[in-house]
């Protein structure tokens, strides 16, 4: 399911999350198995894919770098399965998340 997600720039004490599911149904996290997983996020600025985790529980995350999130941007984002046999799965799989970098006020 699409979110939206706000963060302010330069921080990068958060951790972006998700639960990725097909038709509204979590996906088992053994189906991830053997699997890699990557952050991928675009806005009119940023373009960025990074190596991301995919939890026992079979949720995502990313801890993102000072450099994904130093320039204000509103981008879109999505979490890139690759198997085993190569094939390739993206989550959320209608849609985008929606990710919003605003300025920090210092």
Same mark, same amino acid.
């Given at each position: 399911?699409?979110?939206t997600i706000i963060t302010k720039q330069h921080d990068t004490q958060i951790t972006f999350r998700d639960?990725?599911?097909?038709?509204?149904?979590?996906?088992p996290p053994t189906q991830f198995a053997g699997c890699?997983?990557?952050?991928?996020l675009k806005g009119a600025i940023k373009?960025? *894919?990074q190596t $991301?985790?995919?939890?026992a529980d079979g949720t995502f995350q990313?801890?993102?770098v000072a450099?994904?999130?130093d320039t204000i941007d509103k981008c879109q984002q999505e979490w890139e399965v690759v198997y085993p046999s190569g094939k390739i799965l993206t989550f959320p799989n209608y849609g985008?998340?929606?990710? *919003?970098?605003? $300025?920090?006020?210092?």
């Open positions: 399911m699409a979110t639960t990725p599911t097909i038709d509204g149904v979590a996906v890699t997983l990557s952050f991928l373009v960025i *894919k $991301a985790t995919i939890n990313y801890s993102p450099g994904d999130v985008y998340n929606i990710v *919003k970098i605003i $300025a920090d006020l210092g």
